[in-house]
């Protein structure tokens, strides 16, 4: 009898999190006027991509590389900084509209996946998506660096 992977469930929830934000960057991409903003959504799908690349790898590999990973580190509970952009500008710069859109979308996504490790009932999913927050929060402060210059 096959043994089936208990964290493939939540592993394609992430990815599939993952496949709906790159179709919004790249959905913005398509009507975004200004080569900086288009640069930036080209920026945020490559980040993106690296994230689905990644989730794919640990559906075949597995996780226990990234639960070492998650151990070592001293903010794995940390909420990242959710205060928006130039909230002044926001109609009228389209990079900052752009910047708080994907901000917004991606405090929710770490939020839900901080929510579901302390719901978890087991500590290998509680640490997957424990893991996954982490990644979102990566990507958020390369967000914050990346629209912090405008």
């Given at each position: 009898?096959?043994?089936?992977?208990?964290?493939?469930?939540?592993?394609?929830?992430?990815?599939?999190?993952?496949?709906?934000?790159?179709?919004?960057f790249l959905s913005l991409s398509e009507t975004a006027e200004m080569l900086e903003v288009k640069t930036l959504l080209g920026y945020l799908v490559e980040s993106e991509?690296?994230?689905?690349?990644?989730?794919?790898?640990?559906?075949?590999?597995?996780?226990?590389?990234?639960?070492e990973e998650l151990s070592s580190l001293d903010d794995r509970d940390a909420i990242p900084d959710s205060t928006p952009f130039a909230p002044t500008r926001v109609?009228?710069?389209?990079?900052?509209?752009?910047c708080n859109k994907v901000l917004s979308e991606s405090i929710k996504t770490c939020t839900l996946y901080l929510r579901l490790a302390t719901r978890a009932k087991s500590d290998l999913v509680s640490g997957l998506f424990e893991y996954l927050a982490y990644l979102k929060r990566q990507q958020i402060y390369q967000l914050r660096r990346a629209c912090g210059r405008y």
């Open positions: 009898m096959a043994q089936t992977d208990p964290l493939r469930p939540m592993l394609k929830l992430a990815l599939s999190t993952a496949m709906s934000e790159l179709e919004l991509s690296w994230l689905i690349e990644k989730l794919r790898h640990m559906m075949i590999t597995g996780i226990v590389d990234e639960l109609e009228t710069d389209p990079r900052i509209f752009v």
